[in-house]
């Protein structure tokens, strides 16, 4: 059994950063490709971010390249989201989530993963 913890949300001006965390247990968190996610109120839940095992391999959606960078810790079993220069159009919970294979092969859609955390509020004022 895999359990995935976000925090670091908040409210935040327009400009302003924050640093998500994802803590996991269980399944060996080292070895899969993670990932982050958003959604917003009556929209789908889309990714933002993904990394490989190793962290040498990343992913970044259109929206938040050059703003936003994810990174892990696997001695800690921990995986970040740094997110800077933000937006009132990044308003969402943000979910980090493990993915279901340990090859970086398809990162980018909710099928490719398999274990999710609670979520985070992230709420960005103009």
């Known amino acids: 059994q895999v359990h995935l913890v976000e925090s670091g949300g908040g409210l935040v001006q327009a400009g302003g950063s924050l640093r998500l965390s994802c803590a996991g247990s269980g399944r060996t968190f080292s070895t899969y490709v993670m990932g982050w996610f958003r959604q917003a109120p009556g929209k789908e839940r889309d990714v933002v971010a993904a990394i490989s095992w190793r962290g040498q391999n990343t992913y970044y959606a259109d929206s938040v390249k050059g703003r936003f960078t994810i990174s892990r810790d696997n001695a800690k079993n921990t995986m970040y989201l740094q997110m800077n220069s933000l937006k009132p159009e990044d308003t969402a919970v943000y979910y980090c989530?493990?993915?279901?294979?340990?090859?970086?092969?398809?990162?980018?859609?909710?099928?490719?993963?398999?274990?999710w955390g609670q979520g985070t509020q992230v709420t960005v004022s103009s």
């Open positions: 989530a493990q993915g279901r294979t340990t090859g970086w092969g398809t990162y980018s859609t909710v099928g490719d993963y398999d274990y």
